[in-house]
């Protein structure tokens, strides 16, 4: 099982960037996908979640009208468009796959770092 996420960088406050999150090892397809962020010295805060099919989608408030959680089945890879990036949303941000039902079924990627700043 992999997943493999890409896409950080350094930004400016206003700007926009596109993380992806490339998975394998798994039916991509079954699986509910989320997004995670950890700020320096702050837990990890679910930022947002997109079901399987890409039926429904649910964001943290802090991110709502400027993130955008979406995925591809075909190519078992999931994304997270932030537009209107904040120095507050610098963070590592992890990917992770979660099967309804089935805790122990629950994956997570190394991490991207997004650093906003000017």
């Known amino acids: 099982v992999q997943l493999v996420e890409s896409g950080g960088g350094l930004v400016q406050p206003g700007g926009s960037l596109r993380l992806s999150c490339a998975a394998s090892?798994?039916?991509?397809?079954?699986?509910?996908m989320r997004w995670h962020r950890q700020a320096p010295g702050k837990g990890r805060e679910l930022v947002a979640q997109?079901?399987?099919?890409?039926?429904?989608?649910t964001y943290a408030d802090s991110v709502k009208g400027r993130f955008t959680i979406s995925r591809d089945n075909a190519k078992n890879t999931v994304y997270l468009q932030m537009n209107n990036l904040k120095p507050e949303d610098t963070a590592v941000y992890y990917c992770?796959?979660?099967?309804?039902?089935?805790?122990?079924?629950?994956?997570w990627g190394q991490g991207t770092l997004v650093t906003v700043s000017e």
């Open positions: 992770n796959a979660m099967l309804a039902g089935f805790p122990a079924l629950n994956y």
């Open positions: 090892g798994f039916a991509f397809s079954r699986f509910h």
């Open positions: 997109i079901t399987s099919t890409g039926g429904s989608t």
